[in-house]
């Protein structure tokens, strides 16, 4: 529209802000609104349209970025109180694509506390809410942006994923969202939880949305050494291909004991769905799917263990006890800074790499992470795509996990698999239970493949209406 001249840059921001201010005290998902500066740069798309220059794709297209990507001269906080005050002197490279293509940035999403959970209340900012039902979590660690988009506060919004924050917060609140293959995006500019494991994934209101977002975001970077240098294939053109003859495997491991009969009735009907349009369907296993979740669970950790040394009060951020002795300081920083799960992760992690366990515990998982690429590569020479649930339930209420930890982290037992095995994935609504709430349909495809994930998510996009479904903010309180 804004390319076309069929609407102001300028009257779209103001609209998108005003549903902001309605409605974010009731969701508390976005922790930063840039008020002013997003509506200078929309200024400044319609004064580029007035010259008569080319627009990019995204022109005038409010973008919201979760609190994990640096953003030259904005605060950057992963939601926690040991980067307090901290403001990017640098832009990351995922946020400067879209800002170069166009989009604008209208605010900072809420998270877990350095992307550590699965539901967004392990925040310093406080817990956000789920669209759909106020009292129920929009999922985790990006359930900010997340709730944003579902909410109508923008139209694409960035997370990151490193175990399913961002498919499992998309089911949550009745959205898509994609996780592309490792290295596809760079991680330059992102804020480190598990490097290896670490995905820029973006959420947006449609698979075709998506699929745009995603080929302005993918290529290699110079910047991040992980990007991977391979031709990015135009991703929106293949969403109208048609999948007959696709060939569909069912992991049998995905639907067992644990997921409730609601999910695995909707997955099933949309699994149905595509078979209605031509592809094919056929049992497969991934045998070492069973271990996904502590596999996961001590790599992460690990990873977290040595990525959060940097956070000491030294350079920026949170600094306290600093007269006393420089372990007093460290001690103290970090005591006052990190929240509980935070440290809970820190703690784990430390001792899993601690001489004497290494091998017992990192190395082991490590292993079986190779198995499991193993599992998911065996599975693809059969099958073009596997389908699965995104998640065991709908979104569970706020306060009813935080207690359980282990049963938190079960959550993701979906998920963690295709961020172990570095494949593309994305979640897309598949209907609703009946108290409401979305369920999410999965499908993973192989490495670099993101273009037959997008395909055959467009085509069941296509064939239901369950992303068009908007939630009720009027009469919600």
Do not use: W
Request: hydrophobic share 40%; charged share 20%.
């Amino acid at each position: 529209m804004v390319r076309k001249g069929e609407q102001s840059a300028t009257a779209i921001c103001a609209a998108f802000l005003d549903r902001i201010e309605s409605f974010n005290p009731k969701l508390n998902a976005l922790v930063e609104v840039f008020s002013t500066e997003a509506r200078q740069a929309a200024e400044a798309v319609d004064q580029a349209k007035l010259r008569g220059e080319t627009l990019g794709p995204l022109a005038g297209v409010p973008l919201v970025i979760k609190d994990v990507f640096n953003l030259r001269g904005q605060l950057s906080t992963c939601a926690s109180r040991i980067l307090e005050g901290y403001r990017s002197p640098y832009t990351a490279t995922a946020v400067q694509k879209l800002q170069d293509a166009g989009a604008i940035i209208i605010g900072r999403s809420n998270m877990d506390e350095f992307a550590m959970g699965s539901s967004t209340e392990h925040s310093i900012y406080g817990p956000s809410r789920n669209p759909f039902n106020l009292e129920r979590s929009p999922g985790g660690s990006s359930g900010g942006s997340a709730a944003a988009v579902s909410a109508r506060f923008a139209p694409l919004a960035l997370g990151s994923d490193t175990g399913g924050s961002v498919r499992q917060p998309a089911a949550f609140c009745g959205i898509p969202g994609f996780k592309p293959t490792y290295g596809r995006i760079s991680r330059y500019g992102l804020i480190a939880f598990a490097s290896s494991l670490d995905h820029v994934a973006p959420f947006a209101r449609s698979v075709e949305d998506l699929a745009l977002c995603t080929g302005l975001l993918a290529g290699e970077d110079e910047k991040d050494s992980t990007s991977l240098a391979e031709p990015v294939p135009d991703y929106l053109a293949g969403c109208s291909d048609s999948i007959e003859g696709l060939r569909i495997g069912i992991p049998k491991e995905y639907f067992a004991a644990g997921l409730d009969p609601e999910i695995e009735a909707l997955t099933k009907a949309a699994i149905q769905e595509l078979e209605d349009h031509g592809a094919s369907t056929q049992a497969v296993t991934l045998p070492h799917t069973r271990f996904a979740i502590p596999s996961y669970y001590l790599l992460c950790t690990s990873e977290a263990s040595s990525n959060l040394a940097r956070y000491d009060g030294v350079r920026y951020g949170l600094r306290r006890g600093g007269d006393r002795s420089l372990d007093e300081m460290y001690a103290e920083t970090r005591g006052e800074g990190f929240g509980s799960e935070v440290k809970l992760r820190i703690l784990l992690g430390t001792f899993c790499l601690c001489s004497g366990y290494y091998d017992e515990y990192y190395l082991k998982a490590s292993k079986i992470r190779t198995l499991m690429r193993r599992d998911f590569a065996s599975a693809f020479k059969n099958c073009d795509v596997l389908v699965t649930p995104t998640t065991p339930t709908s979104a569970f209420k706020l306060g009813e996990k935080l207690q359980d930890p282990l049963s938190m982290y079960m959550n993701d037992v979906l998920t963690v698999s295709a961020n172990l095995a570095g494949i593309p994935a994305i979640s897309v609504p598949c209907g609703f239970t009946s108290d409401g709430m979305p369920a999410g349909l999965q499908i993973l495809g192989p490495s670099l493949d993101e273009a037959r994930v997008l395909q055959v998510a467009a085509a069941y996009q296509k064939a239901t209406q369950h992303h068009l479904h908007a939630p009720d903010l009027e009469t919600q309180s």
